[in-house]
Each structure stands twice: as structure tokens, then as C-alpha cells.
């Protein structure tokens, strides 16, 4: 499909890569973003409309699909880390990391998918990860998030096929933002990540395998589990 003359709405579009959405979206000629976040008033970028949207907030979502009913592109963006390791720590960041990324995703996807039907099928894209795949003893919890969410994708790809949806996953491992600053490891550019699913939606293609990281995991996945383990 089209992103130029489109209508977005992007989770999470205040910071990191759902503001590099946002940009991508109005460079590319969008006719209108909705950022839909949890505060209007951390929103600094010009030419978009905010929305107030906290996935987990079911009367904000539902809010949020009345007020972008003529949304095309549906951007689910937002989702957090905040698990425990794998022996330690409070499992409350687990389920809260279940709660955004995976059923925070799969509400905003139901509410949004009768309004993508009405504008003739559109676009649902997730943002997903290389931890959808890779296991990791550091942060298990997050790649179980991702995971479901990965799962979901290919639900929502096969359920909302009918419809004319186009659903795209989109996976990438560290992200140069706020989030991993801390982290002295390779890291793709936020903007790139929103390029080149720009270009996926406008092509038409379902997987988004942003870097090197990513195809490799990806193609391991018919190997043993040890391939899908980083050093330890």
C-alpha cells in the first residue's frame, strides 16, 4: 500500500524508534499521524495529532479507535523492558512486560482491525525483536513478550488476511535509543528501523529483518537451540 496520503496512528510515539515512525511517516508524505501515548504533553514533534493511549487502558483504546477512525496504518510500537533475570528479581516486570507488549499489542490490533477494514484493508505493523526468537538468561521475561507477540503477529497475519490487511513483523536486535544507551553493543539507528518498514508497508512485504542479527537468528531457527543462544 500507499504511505504517501496514508493515515497512521503509532503507540509509543514520543521517543526512540516510534518517533523515528512518526518522521518517516510525514517524510514520506502521510497525510496525518496520530501519536497515541500515555502523556500528550511529551510529544514534541510538529504535525502530528496526539492521542491520549495507554495500551493496557481498554477505554483508551477504544477511545483511540473512534477518534483515528480513519486510520490506514496502524503502527504497534510501544511495549517496555522491565523484567527480572532468570533466577532473580520480582516477577512483577514479567507481567507487566506481558501485559504491554503482548496484550497491550493484541487489544490496540482488535480495535483498530473493523476501522483498517472500513478504509479497505490498510496496514498493521508490530515491532517486534531478535529476542522473539533468541532465548536469553539475561532478560527471559522481555523474549517471552516478544515471542507471544510474534505469535500473535502470524494470528493476526492469517486472520486478517480476508479483510485485505496487510500485517507486518518487524525485528531488529539493539536499537540506538534512550533504552540502550547503557549497553557498549553494535546498535542499528532508530531512523533505519522506520525506514526500512516504510518501505516494507509500501512494498507490500510481511517480515522486516532490519540487520545482520536478525536475518542470522531468523535462519537459525530450523537449527538446535544452542544457535539461538548468545555468549553467555
Not at 503507540?11 to 499521524?33: D, E, P, Q, S
Not at 490490533?109 to 529476542?131: H, I, K
Not at 513478550?145 to 502470524?154: D, I, R
Not at 531468523?218 to 548468545?230: K, T, Y
Amino acid at each position: 500500500m500507499e504511505v504517501k496520503g496514508s493515515v497512521a496512528l503509532v503507540t509509543g510515539a514520543n521517543r526512540g524508534i516510534g518517533l523515528a515512525f512518526t518522521r518517516a511517516l510525514l517524510a514520506r508524505g502521510a497525510a496525518k499521524v496520530y501519536a497515541g501515548v500515555r502523556d500528550p504533553e511529551s510529544v514534541r514533534e510538529p504535525g502530528v495529532e496526539t492521542l491520549r493511549l495507554d495500551v493496557t487502558d481498554e477505554d483508551q483504546i477504544a477511545a483511540a479507535a473512534v477518534a483515528a477512525s480513519d486510520a490506514t496504518i496502524v503502527i504497534n510500537n510501544a511495549g517496555i523492558q522491565a523484567g527480572p533475570s532468570l533466577l532473580e528479581g520480582s516477577l512483577e516486570g514479567a507481567r507487566r512486560e506481558l501485559e504491554v507488549n503482548y496484550l497491550g499489542t493484541w487489544a490496540v490490533s482488535r480495535a483498530f482491525a473493523p476501522v483498517l477494514a472500513a478504509g479497505g484493508g490498510g496496514a498493521l505493523v508490530n515491532m517486534l525483536s531478535v529476542a522473539s526468537w533468541r532465548v536469553s538468561k539475561r532478560w527471559p521475561s522481555y523474549a517471552a513478550s516478544k515471542a507471544a507477540e510474534w505469535s500473535l503477529t502470524n494470528a493476526l497475519r492469517v486472520g486478517l488476511r480476508p479483510q485485505g490487511t496487510l500485517v507486518v513483523g518487524v525485528h531488529v536486535g539493539f536499537v540506538d535509543t534512550d533504552a540502550t544507551v547503557g549497553l557498549d553493543v553494535p546498535k542499528v539507528p532508530a531512523a533505519e528501523v522506520a525506514a526500512q518498514t516504510m518501505d516494507a508497508i509500501s512494498r507490500d512485504v510481511p517480515e522486516v529483518l532490519v540487520d545482520e542479527v536478525s536475518r542470522r537468528v531468523r535462519a537459525a531457527l530450523s537449527g538446535p537451540v544452542e544457535l539461538l543462544d548468545p555468549a553467555p
